[in-house]
């Protein structure tokens, strides 16, 4: 089976820090790998995009409502991608999603609960 496990989400206090991680799962981080990302999905709200890799440009980018706060990174050896939140909002409070598409394949995966509540 082909998906992602994401782990780290927790309840954070507004201002905090936390680091998520997605391992990947029946496939590898390598040239069939077009695309990585972090999505995520507020509560009432559609999913959306919050910092991804795409497949022609190796810097990575944000959504405005994360720029300069999270930072997203990939361990290729370790098939791994992580979203470090710096700053957290009350408005962050989601389902964190990764995402890739690997040989033309979507892959997805549950989702981690991120809190920010005092």
């Known amino acids: 089976q082909v998906l992602f496990v994401e782990s780290g989400g927790d309840l954070v206090q507004p201002g905090g820090s936390l680091r998520l991680s997605c391992t990947g799962s029946g496939f590898t981080f390598d040239s069939g790998t077009r695309m990585m990302g972090w999505y995520r999905q507020r509560p009432g709200w559609e999913r959306e995009w919050v910092a991804i890799f795409s497949a022609t440009d190796v810097r990575p980018k944000y959504a405005d409502s994360v720029k300069d706060r999270f930072i997203i990174s990939r361990d290729d050896a370790k098939n791994t991608l992580y979203l470090q939140m710096n700053g957290v909002k009350p408005d962050g409070t989601a389902d964190y999603y990764c995402?890739?598409?690997?040989?033309?394949?979507?892959?997805w995966g549950r989702g981690t609960r991120v809190t920010v509540s005092a």
């Open positions: 995402e890739a598409v690997w040989k033309g394949l979507e892959v």
